[in-house]
Structure formats: C-alpha cells, structure tokens
C-alpha cells in the first residue's frame, strides 16, 4: 500500500514544516515540501490544516482487564481491539495486575498477539503483583527470551495488594530480566507498579545504590503521588512514568512540573487502560472504583497544550519520543522521519485525532473507523 498525505505539517529537525509524507508499506518513505509521484491504487490524504505527530506509545495497558478488588463482578473487562485506534495509541504494553489468579500471562500474550494481528504494534510483560511472578514457561527469564511479544517482567511495591518482597527478592527477578534481555536484544525491564505505601520508592533507591542493576531496567510508575522521589529518581537516570488519571488537567499540571525539573527525555506517561481505579479508605477498605481509559493519554496531551501551554512537541514527547527510547524502539517509533514505521496521527485544528495510521494502514480517518473489529458493533 503507497499512501500519499499532502499539505500538512510535521515536525522534523526541531521546526515546524509544511510538506508531504509518502508511505510505501509500514515505512515513511520520504517527507519533502512536494513530492511527484503516481502509483496505481496509491492512498492520497489531504491533510490541509492538520498536524501530524507520531503515533502514541502506551506501555501500561489492561488489555485482558485489570481489576478484581472487591468480588468478581468488579473485574474491568478486555480492552476492545478498537480503542487503542480511537486513542491514537499504535504501540502498546500489555500486562497483569493485582489479579494473576483469574488471570493469566498466557491470555495476555494471545491478546498482545490479536492486536499485532490487527496491524497494532504490541508487546506484553511476564509476572503481576505477586511473587513468585506468574509466567509461561515456569521462567520469568524464559517468557522474556522465547516469547517474541514478552519484554520483561511486572511486580508490584510499597502496596497493600503486593506480596512484600524483600530487596533479594526484587534484586532476583530484576537480574532474571536484565539477563533475559541482554540474551534476547530486548530492554528486559522490570515496569514496576508502585502504590501509596510509606516505603515509596526506598527499596528500589537502595538497589541501586548497592547492586549493579542499572537503573535503567527500573520502571516505576503511578508516580504522581511521588513526585519529590520520581524527581530524584530521574535526577540518577532512571525514567519516571506518570499515570494519566480521568482529570486530564490534574495530570497534566503534574507533567508540567515533571518536565521542567526533570533531566530531558526521562519523563514518560502511558494510561493504566482497562485497569481498576480502586478507592481505599485509612483502614485499606474499598469503598469504591472506577476504570483507567486509554483515551486518557491524548487527553493529557491535549490539556498540556491547552491548559498549560506548552508546545506540541513537548507535550507529546513523554508518551512518543521519551518511551520509544525508554522501550529501545526509536527512531522506528516514536517520531516522524523518513525510515521510521509509518506510525501516524493526524490533528485537526482543535488537537482532535482525525486520522490515525498504523504500519502504513489507515485505521482511522475523519474519526471513523476504517476496519471492523471482530465481536465490536
């Protein structure tokens, strides 16, 4: 497929230009101010007054569903093979929560799989909350070598849901991911979530400081209610990832600060889709919950410009550029330059998604969607 977008402005070597994209398959093929060509069947896109940015990477994503706290009828369903193209996401992380007994890794990475199947860009990370890590293959080092879709390991800290491990537990299973990447050339992270316990992010400053696990195999997200420690975790090197909650302007005011003190390009965002929002009291009862969207993450990004003014380009750096290096993806994703994938949003004059391209498909165009997914009406 040869697709042609015309008038529209893309970002490329730090300014704003007016031009044409040519796509040829899942790649940009070339971005000039005007570009003569004719192709049988070729796509033609007039994007006059639109912007094109790259296509969102969101690497924390429920796409079995999260949930589970408070009975079975709490579980948040699948995420729906759509949503991720209504979002403008076209690279996703699957992955497990509090629940890896109902749940399943080997139902994650089917998932992951449907959505690559789709024309989507996906991966999935072995483990959850609990430890030992739920897998595959019985290894956590194995799922992440052997299972194309699998890039590294999940656990949770600092949370009344987690199992409490202690530092060798977590040294472990983030040495068994490190090696795994290191054997398979994947980034072999461990994403780590971290709730509201008074621990923070200590164990994982004390790992690091004593062992010589990089810093760079820690993810730690859900960072907003950290933000002191998240500072000076990004101020050793390692990435900070912000949750984009439902109060878009929340979020973003906590973006906003995080990009002004933090080293440049550590700061990264990504959703929590389909997973449970759950509401605790002092006593850790549930007393209520809601869902993550992953539509959240545009709306960060819209509310960053809007709200708080920053450029565009800035504004979505922590969910394109930030996290394509973050996941050892980039230049293929995460920008807009001749080679990368053909990964594509366009806005319109409002910073609406009118048009989302995936690997060179269109998925999305003036809003609707351009293929049926199986089971959706």
Not at 20 to 33: Q, T
Not at 59 to 78: K, L, S, Y
Not at 228 to 250: I, K, L, P, S, V
Not at 281 to 306: D, F, P
Request: proline share 4%.
């Amino acid at each position: 497929m040869i697709t042609l977008i015309k008038n529209v402005r893309a970002y490329q070597n730090g300014t704003w230009n007016e031009g044409e994209i040519l796509i040829a398959g899942d790649k940009i093929e070339a971005m000039a101010r005007k570009i003569d060509c004719t192709f049988p069947g070729m796509q033609v896109i007039d994007a006059e007054g639109m912007r094109c940015i790259p296509g969102y990477l969101d690497q924390h994503v429920h796409i079995t569903g999260g949930g589970g706290e408070g009975g079975f009828a709490n579980q948040v369903p699948p995420l729906p093979l759509s949503a991720p193209v209504r979002a403008g996401v076209t690279t996703l992380v699957g992955l497990l929560g509090t629940d890896g007994t109902t749940r399943s890794v080997e139902s994650l990475v089917a998932r992951a799989k449907a959505f690559n199947e789709l024309g989507l860009t996906a991966f999935c990370l072995t483990g959850a909350y609990e430890f030992p890590s739920p897998t595959v293959t019985g290894s956590i080092k194995k799922d992440i070598v052997m299972i194309r879709e699998c890039i590294g390991v999940k656990i949770a800290i600092s949370d009344h849901r987690s199992m409490n491990m202690e530092k060798r537990d977590l040294v472990w299973l983030a040495s068994q991911a490190r090696q795994a990447g290191i054997l398979s050339g994947k980034p072999g992270i461990t994403h780590l979530h971290t709730g509201s316990g008074k621990a923070e992010l200590d164990m994982l400053f004390d790992i690091v400081e004593t062992t010589e696990i990089p810093i760079f195999n820690f993810r730690p997200t859900h960072l907003g209610g950290k933000f002191e420690a998240a500072m000076r975790w990004t101020e050793m090197g390692g990435y900070a990832d912000f949750t984009c909650g439902n109060t878009h302007a929340e979020t973003a005011g906590i973006v906003a600060r995080a990009l002004e003190r933090a080293t440049e390009g550590l700061v990264t965002m990504s959703t929590d889709g389909n997973g449970s929002f759950p509401i605790w009291n002092e006593k850790k009862e549930m007393v209520g919950i809601g869902a993550g969207s992953i539509a959240n993450l545009h709306g960060v990004v819209k509310s960053l410009v809007l709200d708080k003014g920053l450029p565009l380009e800035t504004a979505v750096a922590p969910c394109t550029r930030n996290v394509a290096k973050a996941l050892g993806l980039y230049p293929q994703k995460g920008c807009v330059a001749p080679g990368s994938d053909a990964d594509l949003i366009l806005l319109d004059d409002t910073l609406s998604i009118d048009t989302v391209v995936a690997h060179g498909k269109t998925m999305l165009r003036h809003g609707a969607l351009q293929f049926r997914a199986n089971f959706e009406n």
